[in-house]
């Protein structure tokens, strides 16, 4: 079957176009391309032109579809009905299948090579202005600051599955919102708590249902309060809207009244000029959220729309249910764990009228808004907001001072542990970032006190076990005291890994420089897994080096930790919170609300539990094994280790009652653990610039990973070598040092080989590269490539 649609050629023409080259396309195609809107360039903007054709109508249209590797871009026919123009999705027909793609370009004439053949014409208009000149000029930034091609750029920021064959329809989902109301029946006999009196007299004071979510964190009353006056009848609970506001959402009259410090921080913003960018640093629980919520709030009544971004997926609900219960079904969602159509229709909204809350992952940045008023970046610090792969390799943080500057809306980079780049950004008189602060916790809830086990004087006397005697005593203490503890145990899995006790040697994946981890199954089942390829194997009872039987696991994973638990105190009812139990569109969400509605005493959980939940009962937080962490070979690991200790002690005490933090360690003199002692988070922040400084490293210098992988490591060793000769040049002519080729620290995964380059050179200056498109011209076929600018682990 003719198809009638002919492939123009390679997609790089697009990006060759926008860098205004012109060599081999046929007349007439320079007028109205999509194209970079540089000074230099007195050329019309594509949207002027967008505009031009629309009253001329132009015949045919270049249209990008997800074709191969970059996409390609076809010619297809326009509609006479209903013309399609630049920054249009489009339904057309590829080889027969149903594609939706963007067009990119209107053409006049035929292009000569296509001259004589059957044109296919468009189907139908599937999103109008899909995407605004505003919005291509931040791509074609983001594509230029990353090192990539427009095309991985647009594919990286589109939703998933709206270009390419697949289309599904909008889905929606929301999620009831609990109210809680005082009930006609009379007060009994037995006494209540008092704190069942206050919670109850509360409740009468109120005109309407009360959103049992507030009233459990702002209002600080346990769900066991609140069980207890709902078993006996007092007040009842019912999902629902809230009467009278349910999809506009709680009246400003019924939003917490700010403190001192969250007004300031409120007015700052409100007061600030466009693009301006602000540091918000207050511990956990100091009240970040509601300014977030209450900036949110002018935004949205000036008519602009507002990002609201977590780094992690299982933060989305709990940011989500509060945005919710304030702005109702102006908010939507955007994030991984959505279908395609759903995040396509969120896609949708942001291009409406109506301004909306976007409570997203990362990705999240990229969504249109014609009216942008502010982003806010919550756990600025986190290393999640940066994508290492696929290409872009952004860091959403960099992309929104980016977006901020363009579309002059305010940024907010909320964190209880600033990144050091974002704190050095609010020094000096040149501050390009003002820093905001909130010094006290909600309802001054002190902060926890952190206890420093020694596990070398435990071994000394005779104790071997995972858990120290101070945190079996705490655990034991917990039911009676109707409290919950979170345990941190820094690796999933049953075991961490099998090694020999004889000769030393672990069990590594065939395919990957890694130690499988042992994984069991409910019924008791063993099985070595590879976490970085999913290569399983069947558990051996000898070492496959030396054949001894003295072979045991090392370490300790999620599991494990909850079988010790289990064994040595009984009743102790325990969840498990890493990536093997949250799976699935809501797992994070569903496990978590067990948590918090009282299943269990103790949420073991890996890295995860650590980033800001709000769980009001949590007294306790232990790290197990401290030593894994501080450890790492990699210049953030102070940093992002002392981050994550003072996120987890963050989880404790957030209720009525005080909380502790308990950090089981072999290097208790270790500067980190002095500085989660001491609290001083700032000091360790100046005392590691210094040491950066001093050093020549990041954010002082910059760096650029160029990772290689191919089938064999042979090759991929040779043409990375081949590589590097090639850029040396340009690379030391700029000041730059050129460090490898070198196996990364993951020398195979999946069965490839993996090679690296490591470029270091001035802060603040352009790659000294050529493009992309050049530097994969002279690999072998079968070796991949990426570029990652100031790539976050090395
Ligand atoms: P953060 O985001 O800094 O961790 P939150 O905004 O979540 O802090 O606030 C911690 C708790 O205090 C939340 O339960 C929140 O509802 C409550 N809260 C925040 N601001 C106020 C306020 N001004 N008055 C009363 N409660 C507040
Ligand atoms: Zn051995
Ligand atoms: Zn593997």
């Given at each position: 079957m003719l198809s009638g649609v002919v492939a123009d050629r390679e997609a790089e023409w697009w990006e060759a176009g926008s860098r205004g080259l012109s060599s081999g396309l046929p007349a007439g195609r320079n007028s109205a391309r999509f194209r970079r809107q540089s000074l230099d360039c007195p050329t019309p903007t594509f949207y002027e032109w967008a505009v031009t054709f629309a009253s001329a109508t132009p015949p045919w249209l270049q249209i990008w579809l997800e074709a191969g590797r970059e996409g390609q871009v076809f010619t297809y026919a326009n509609s006479a009905e209903t013309p399609a123009g630049i920054g249009d999705l489009v339904r057309v027909r590829l080889q027969g299948r149903l594609h939706t793609g963007l067009v990119v370009e209107a053409l006049d004439q035929l292009p000569a090579?296509?001259?004589?053949?059957?044109?296919?014409?468009?189907?139908?208009?599937?999103?109008?202005?899909?995407?605004?000149?505003?919005?291509?000029?931040?791509?074609?930034?983001?594509?230029?600051?990353?090192?990539?091609?427009?095309?991985?750029?647009?594919?990286?920021?589109?939703?998933?599955?709206w270009l390419g064959q697949r289309s599904q329809g909008p889905s929606r989902t929301s999620r009831p919102i609990w109210l809680v109301e005082r009930s006609a029946a009379p007060l009994p006999s037995q006494p209540l708590t008092p704190r069942q009196q206050q919670l109850l007299a509360h409740l009468e004071r109120q005109a309407a249902p009360?959103?049992?979510?507030?009233?459990?964190?702002?209002?600080?009353?346990?769900?066991?309060?609140?069980?207890?006056?709902?078993?006996?009848?007092?007040?009842?609970?019912?999902?629902?809207?809230?009467?009278g506001c349910g999809s506009a959402g709680l009246p400003a009259a019924a939003w917490p009244a700010l403190t001192t410090a969250q007004a300031a921080a409120v007015q700052a913003l409100a007061g600030a000029g466009p693009g301006a960018a602000f540091l918000l640093w207050g511990v956990t629980g100091a009240g970040k959220t509601e300014v977030y919520l209450q900036a949110a709030a002018r935004a949205l009544a000036a008519g602009e729309g507002c990002l609201l971004l977590t780094p992690e997926i299982g933060l989305i609900p709990q940011l989500l249910d509060r945005a919710r219960?304030?702005?109702?079904?102006?908010?939507?969602?955007?994030?991984?764990?959505?279908?395609?159509?759903?995040?396509?229709?969120?896609?949708?909204?942001?291009?409406?009228?109506?301004?909306?809350?976007?409570?997203?992952?990362?990705?999240?940045?990229?969504?249109?808004?014609?009216?942008?008023?502010?982003?806010?970046?919550?756990?600025?610090?986190?290393?999640?907001?940066?994508?290492?792969?696929?290409?872009?390799?952004?860091?959403?943080?960099?992309?929104?001072?980016?977006?901020?500057?363009?579309s002059g809306a305010r940024l907010v980079l909320g964190s209880a542990t600033p990144s050091l780049e974002s704190w050095l950004a609010c020094q000096g008189p040149q501050?390009?970032?003002?820093?905001?602060?909130?010094?006290?916790?909600?309802?001054?809830?002190?902060?926890?006190a952190v206890r420093v086990i020694d596990m070398r004087h435990e071994l000394a006397?005779?104790?071997?076990?995972?858990?120290?005697?101070?945190?079996?005593?705490?655990?034991?203490?917990?039911?009676?005291?109707?409290?919950?503890?979170?345990?941190?145990?820094?690796?999933?899995?049953?075991?961490?890994?099998?090694?020999?006790?004889?000769?030393?040697?672990?069990?590594?994946?065939?395919?990957?420089?890694?130690?499988?981890?042992?994984?069991?199954?409910?019924?008791?089942q063993e099985w070595l897994r590879c976490h970085w390829c999913d290569h399983?194997?069947?558990?051996?009872?000898?070492?496959?080096?030396?054949?001894?039987?003295?072979?045991?696991?090392?370490?300790?994973?999620?599991?494990?930790?909850?079988?010790?638990?289990?064994?040595?105190?009984?009743?102790?009812?325990?969840?498990?919170?890493?990536?093997?139990?949250?799976?699935?569109?809501?797992?994070h969400r569903r496990l978590l609300d067990r948590f918090a509605q009282?299943?269990?005493?103790?949420?073991?959980g890996t890295q995860m539990l650590a980033k800001g939940m709000d769980l009001p009962r949590v007294t306790l937080a232990a790290?197990?094994?401290?030593?894994?962490?501080?450890?790492?070979?990699?210049?953030?690991?102070?940093?992002?280790?002392?981050?994550?200790?003072?996120?987890?002690?963050?989880?404790?005490?957030?209720?009525?009652?005080?909380?502790?933090?308990?950090?089981?360690?072999?290097?208790?003199?270790?500067?980190?653990?002095?500085?989660?002692?001491?609290?001083?988070?700032?000091?360790?922040?100046?005392?590691?610039?210094?040491?950066?400084?001093?050093?020549?490293?990041?954010?002082?210098?910059?760096?650029?990973?160029?990772?290689?992988?191919?089938?064999?490591?042979?090759?991929?060793?040779?043409?990375a070598a081949a590589l590097a000769e090639r850029i040396r040049g340009e690379l030391e002519a700029a000041g730059w040092l050129l460090i490898g080729p070198a196996p990364a620290p993951v020398a195979r995964v999946a069965g490839k080989s993996r090679w690296q380059l490591l470029l270091h050179g001035p802060a603040g200056q352009p790659l000294p590269l050529p493009s992309e498109a050049v530097l994969r011209q002279g690999l072998p076929a079968g070796v991949g490539l990426a570029i990652d600018p100031d790539p976050l682990t090395l």
């Open positions: 090579s296509l001259s004589g053949k059957t044109i296919q014409p468009i189907l139908a208009i599937w999103q109008r202005a899909a995407v605004d000149p505003q919005w291509q000029g931040l791509i074609e930034s983001v594509a230029e600051s990353c090192h990539t091609s427009l095309f991985k750029t647009l594919k990286s920021a589109l939703p998933p599955g009360l959103p049992l979510r507030q009233l459990c964190s702002a209002g600080g009353y346990s769900r066991a309060v609140l069980k207890g006056l709902e078993a006996r009848g007092l007040v009842v609970r019912r999902s629902g809207s809230l009467p219960e304030r702005f109702g079904s102006r908010v939507v969602e955007f994030h991984s764990g959505l279908a395609d159509g759903a995040r396509v229709a969120t896609w949708r909204r942001c291009l409406e009228e109506e301004p909306v809350v976007v409570v997203g992952t990362r990705s999240a940045i990229f969504l249109p808004m014609p009216r942008l008023g502010l982003i806010v970046l919550d756990e600025e610090h986190d290393s999640s907001y940066k994508q290492d792969s696929p290409m872009p390799c952004y860091h959403a943080r960099d992309v929104a001072r980016l977006r901020a500057r363009r501050a390009s970032t003002r820093l905001l602060r909130l010094p006290d916790r909600i309802g001054a809830r002190p902060l926890p006397e005779g104790h071997r076990r995972l858990l120290s005697r101070a945190l079996m005593g705490r655990l034991e203490q917990l039911q009676e005291k109707g409290e919950q503890a979170v345990v941190l145990v820094p690796r999933r899995g049953y075991r961490a890994f099998l090694s020999c006790r004889s000769c030393g040697e672990a069990v590594l994946c065939p395919h990957c420089d890694v130690a499988l981890t042992v994984h069991r199954s409910k019924g008791g399983r194997a069947e558990l051996g009872d000898r070492c496959g080096h030396c054949g001894s039987t003295a072979f045991k696991p090392f370490g300790a994973g999620t599991q494990r930790v909850m079988e010790q638990l289990a064994s040595e105190l009984e009743g102790l009812r325990l969840l498990r919170f890493d990536r093997d139990t949250t799976r699935g569109r809501d797992g009282g299943e269990a005493d103790v949420l073991v790290v197990l094994a401290a030593d894994g962490l501080l450890h790492r070979p990699d210049l953030r690991s102070s940093e992002q280790c002392l981050q994550l200790l003072l996120q987890l002690a963050g989880r404790a005490g957030r209720g009525e009652k005080p909380g502790e933090v308990l950090v089981q360690t072999y290097s208790p003199d270790h500067p980190v653990i002095r500085h989660l002692v001491d609290g001083r988070y700032e000091q360790f922040l100046a005392e590691e610039s210094q040491l950066r400084r001093q050093a020549g490293l990041v954010p002082f210098s910059r760096a650029c990973l160029l990772r290689l992988s191919g089938p064999t490591a042979s090759g991929t060793a040779t043409a």
